[in-house]
């Protein structure tokens, strides 16, 4: 799509969802706050994004973050991956307890940025060579980001646009973001409401899931490579395995596969630590064993593009962030 065409589509988003901001009920929470005159609801947001670090990420799926390739014997062929040019907003409609983003999304540690900071880094990152526009945890901050976004397209940026959320959220809304995201990478967390509720504070959880990730899987059905096998449009459903929780990581693949198809790619993740607040029935790492069988039914089911973790069940702390650092990740 072309950038005039995809500045129209923004526009129209706006035109339809900056109502709310008065009377905010952009996510599922509703809160019905003005978020105009403060930080208010359960996110905590104002009018304007809270940005925490806006980096080259590395540690995303091959297709997200590029794939590293070797030098042959000769020291010929060595290419470093472009990276993720990833935007970390702080502020979070989902209350998770477990959450290793937990700085941002209960501490609000960053700053408020305005639609031209906010365009200025986007324009950066892609400067910098990264791959695609990675936005984590976007969903409350829909407006700001739309408003940076037109600013940076008008300039320029040509990258795809990953929108990496969640997954809670509401499926009218992300129709109003058709032909505006390139690449969906939500998480579907739960399909039980019962963890949704005690580990996230959202029993609804999967009653808002489950179609705004249809209408995911509507706008973009099929994951496209570019030359550089970096994600250029498509939909990659992320599920982190919880401990204790097996069965309904059975469950949410289940759904995936019956719903949309097995051919759908997953992200089958075994990151889990016990960070923050975690209760004691999660407050232990995930077992091999947990996630072998997690593994082994999506195989059963047919699913035919994963991306798996069977290696993360040690002390993989590359994979935990700390944002009191400026650079967050420690990168192998």
């Known amino acids: 799509m072309n950038p005039e065409a995809k500045i129209r589509r923004i526009e129209r988003a706006l035109e339809a969802l900056e109502p709310q901001e008065a009377d905010c009920a952009l996510c599922p929470r509703e809160c019905r706050v003005d978020r105009r005159t403060a930080r208010a609801g359960v996110c905590r947001s104002g009018r304007r994004a809270i940005v925490s670090h806006a980096l080259l990420h590395y540690g995303e799926e091959p297709v997200i973050s590029g794939a590293s390739v070797p030098a042959d014997s000769a020291g010929r062929g060595s290419r470093r991956r472009s990276g993720s040019g990833t935007v970390f907003f702080a502020g979070c409609n989902l209350k998770c307890l477990f959450c290793q983003n937990y700085q941002l999304s209960w501490k609000l540690q960053g700053s408020e940025t305005g639609d031209e900071e906010l365009a200025a880094a986007m324009l950066g990152l892609q400067a910098r060579g990264a791959g695609n526009i990675n936005l984590v945890s976007p969903t409350h901050l829909i407006l700001p980001v739309l408003r940076a976004l037109r600013l940076a397209i008008s300039r320029g940026l040509g990258i795809p646009l990953v929108w990496n959320s969640n997954g809670y959220e509401k499926a009218e809304v992300i129709e109003r973001l058709a032909g505006i995201v390139d690449v969906w990478l939500p998480d579907l967390k739960y399909v039980s409401p019962v963890p949704a509720r ?103 089911l047919g699913f035919d593009h994963l991306f798996l973790q069977p290696e993360v069940f040690g002390p993989e702390d590359h994979l935990v962030p700390d944002f009191d650092l400026e650079a967050p990740f420690r990168w192998k």
């Open 198 to 300: 005690e580990y996230s504070g959202a029993a609804d959880y999967f009653d808002q899931a489950g179609p705004a990730i249809r209408e995911m899987y509507v706008q973009q059905p099929d994951l496209v490579l570019d030359g550089n096998e970096m994600a250029a449009r498509g939909l990659i459903i992320r599920h982190l395995v919880l401990p204790g929780n097996a069965e309904d990581s059975r469950a949410v693949l289940e759904w995936i596969a019956g719903t949309l198809t097995p051919h759908v790619p997953v992200s089958l993740m075994s990151q889990y630590r016990p960070c923050f607040c975690a209760p004691e029935p999660i407050r232990r790492p995930l077992s091999a064993r947990e996630y072998q069988s997690v593994l082994e039914r999506a195989r059963e």
